[in-house]
Nanobody, 122 residues
Framework: QVQLVESGGGLVQPGGSLRLSCAGS????????MGWYRQAPRKQRELVAT???????NYADSVKGRFTISRDNAKNTVYLQMNSLKPEDTAVYYC????????????????WGQGTQVNVSS
């Protein structure tokens, strides 16, 4: 079984910063793309940022210049550094990853973490 566990959420004032982490554990041979998504109340889940195993990144327009995604392949971990936070960044943030369980696996399975709450409020 593969698990993705997020941490680092919390309450922060507008203009503040938070760093989210997501660690993969269990049967993992290789992780391809990893990413962060978020879902605000009464809204659909949306992409925040993604990163390939080679380090290529992609960001939603709403977070460009404020958020930075990075990863540590040796630790099966992806990070999201969030700066200049705004109230509209308030959401549950979910980690996502395409995981190959073993060397002999022929496909990648898409996995989600359980989510971590981020609240931006004064």
């Amino acid at each position: 079984q593969v698990q993705l566990v997020e941490s680092g959420g919390g309450l922060v004032q507008p203009g503040g910063s938070l760093r989210l982490s997501c660690a993969g554990s269990g049967s993992i041979w290789r992780i391809a793309a990893m990413g962060w998504y978020r879902q605000a109340p009464r809204k659909q889940r949306e992409l925040v940022a993604t990163i390939t195993s080679a380090g290529s990144t992609n960001y939603a327009d709403s977070v460009k210049g404020r958020f930075t995604i990075s990863r540590d392949n040796a630790k099966n971990t992806v990070y999201l550094q969030m700066n200049s936070l705004k109230p509209e960044d308030t959401a549950v943030y979910y980690c996502n990853a395409d995981v190959k369980a073993t060397y002999y696996s022929t496909t990648y399975s898409n996995r989600w973490g359980q989510g971590t709450q981020v609240n931006v409020s004064s």
